[in-house]
């Protein structure tokens, strides 16, 4: 499924005498399957701009359409458009609430009007995708899991609604970096076996320039860069002005640069950055 | 309407008279206000009441949208006192459909109710307009203070009113934070029956539950950590004191309030 924003601004309190600007003139579009992350400083617009993409809240000006359909109209189509985009919101785990593990993950489904059936059979899915044995946590509290596990059933929560497009508001906060690293391979393998367009949203360099298609700069309500990572990561002053980085081996590679060692910059892979500066201490 | 909306109780910064009252005086003052109103018995005795309140209103400098933005919160409950005033009390009819009527007297009656409420909530949100909460729950400590001796426990239960008045907020942005995940996984909190809605709210209630003993655990560490143990012995940062502008108050307090049952005495409309 693909996603346009279009011409998008919102305004907090509009009218009233404290009113804010947290997005003006937003405009992108990310092809189906694409796995895009959006990056930018605290404030910077992106949580207002995720709840644009699923309808949580409507837009001032301008349109989001998901293939096409505007997803803010009253239409069915509309409904349905909603449905297949998916958020996952930040420290996920705080909107478990069911008795067990798999009434928590049939609630979406639920609410879309599936029969039981359907729903178990959808959450069971979800479950699995998730890495959760379904077989041995469906019957257990969410409450008595672990921070990881709690965490990967509330996004099998969402992924039972079997979206066609994820977003994930920093799905790794909070986590060690074993559990970091866990989350985004899942987030890899379940973009490959349900094909799903991804929206990441992510302070971590590293993970948008080697995951991403695309990386979506957010300053201050703006679009300010929209490109591969190759092309956003090389603009590494312009990024450093707007309080953000480039992934660390290319900012190593910068320092050495400045320090007048003979390196390219745009490596953002450390085994890959570690033979270019061994090249060119030869 | 979001749920941050409500203005009801919040603080309003300032630095009139008002605010810098000691929050004892205006504790003082608001309960003689609000009796006042129970006092009076006339139209002209909440003319008189009114004016004062504006008064007041303009020299704290909170502007009057301001405040009337709390009143929507409880107009439900304004209109609904009018409402059965209107139609409930007994009188000669000077209307009727079926078995309603309104009564000369029920329309006397359910004004003088709505001027009331209006005013009581007027009269308490100005308090917590021009008050910020911890000085207000000081001031009511003090005032508390000497019933200490017969065992209520004043200290704890201001400070139990602080940490409420301090959590009301971040409960209300975690509220919200809960009810937009609920909703991006379908949940509706807004159609169906009674008994649907109240169902509906479940999925967001147990996990307010969960963050608020949440909330409620890491506060009791770090109040421990701090060395935190109850009243005795405890001194304050910002001791209090009554200065010209208290003395002021209160002889205008007291003037006010005799002015009130004066009028209520007066043979007027």
């Not at chain 1, 996004?155 to 909070?174: F, H, K, R, S, W």
């Not at chain 1, 603009?235 to 081996?249: D, R, V």
């Not at chain 2, 304050?236 to 005799?258: E, K, Q, S, T």
Request: hydrophobic residues 45%; glycine residues 8%.
């Amino acid at each position: 499924m693909q996603i346009e924003v279009r011409e998008l601004g919102y305004t907090y309190s509009e009218g009233l005498p404290f009113a804010t600007t947290a997005l003006e003139d937003v405009n992108f579009t990310i092809p189906g399957g694409e796995f895009a992350a959006i990056i930018g400083h605290t404030g910077s617009g992106k949580s207002t701009l995720l709840m644009h993409l699923n309808g949580l809240m409507k837009p001032t000006k301008g349109c989001v359409l998901a293939d096409g359909i505007d997803i803010n109209e009253k239409t069915k189509e509309a409904r349905e458009a909603r449905r297949k985009i998916g958020l996952v919101f930040q420290y996920p785990e705080y909107q478990l609430f069911e008795e067990t593990v798999l009434k928590d993950v049939c609630f979406a489904p639920k609410n879309y009007g599936f029969t039981p059936e359907e729903c178990e059979e959808k959450a069971i899915a979800a479950l699995k995708l998730v890495g959760i044995d379904p077989d041995a946590k469906r019957d257990v509290s969410p409450f008595e899991l672990s921070g990881g596990e709690k965490r990967r059933v509330a996004i099998a929560g969402v992924l039972a609604m079997e979206p066609q497009v994820l977003i994930l508001d920093e799905p790794t906060a909070g986590l060690d970096p074993k559990g970091h690293r866990d989350i985004l391979n899942m987030v890899e393998q379940i973009r490959r076996d349900r094909n799903l367009t991804i929206l990441l949203v992510s302070h971590n360099m590293d993970d948008a320039a080697r995951m991403a298609d695309r990386v979506l700069v957010l300053d201050k309500g703006h679009l300010a860069m929209n490109g591969t990572p190759r092309e956003v990561f090389s603009h590494h002053k312009e990024l450093h002005e707007i309080g953000l980085s480039a992934p660390s081996s290319s900012e190593l590679l910068y320092l050495l640069k400045e320090k007048g060692l003979n390196v390219r910059t745009d490596i953002f892979d450390e085994d890959e950055a570690a033979r270019e500066i061994v090249n060119a201490l030869k | 309407m979001a749920i941050k909306d409500i203005t009801l109780g919040q603080y309003y910064p300032g630095d009139s008279v008002v605010h810098k009252l000691d929050p004892r005086t205006k504790l003082i003052g608001t309960i003689l206000f609000l009796v006042s109103l129970f006092v009076v018995k006339n139209f002209t005795g909440f003319l008189f009441c009114g004016i004062c309140l504006a008064i007041l209103v303009k020299i704290s400098g909170v502007p009057f949208k301001y405040m009337a933005r709390g009143l929507k919160a409880v107009m439900f409950l304004i209109v609904f006192t009018a409402v059965i005033n209107l139609f409930m009390t007994p009188g000669d009819p000077i209307w009727r459909f079926g078995i309603l009527k309104i009564a000369r007297e029920g329309i006397y009656r359910a004004c003088f109710m709505a001027i009331r409420l209006v005013m009581l909530i007027f009269g308490s949100s100005l308090l917590t307009l021009t008050t910020k909460p911890v000085a207000l729950t000081d001031g009511m400590e003090r005032l508390l203070s000497p019933l200490s001796k017969i065992g209520l426990p004043s200290h704890e239960l201001a400070m139990m009113m602080t940490i409420a008045l301090r959590f009301i907020p971040t409960l209300l942005d975690e509220t919200d934070k809960i009810m937009k995940a609920q909703t991006a996984r379908g949940a509706d909190f807004e159609s169906g029956n009674l008994l649907q809605r109240a169902k509906g709210l479940i999925p967001l209630l147990v996990p307010l539950f969960v963050s608020a003993f949440r909330i409620a655990a890491d506060l009791a560490m770090a109040m421990e950590a701090r060395c935190y143990r109850g009243g005795d012995g405890r001194t304050r940062m910002n001791g209090m004191a009554f200065h010209n502008c208290d003395r002021i108050a209160a002889l205008i307090l007291v003037l006010y309030f005799a002015a009130v049952i004066a009028i209520g005495k007066l043979p007027v409309f």
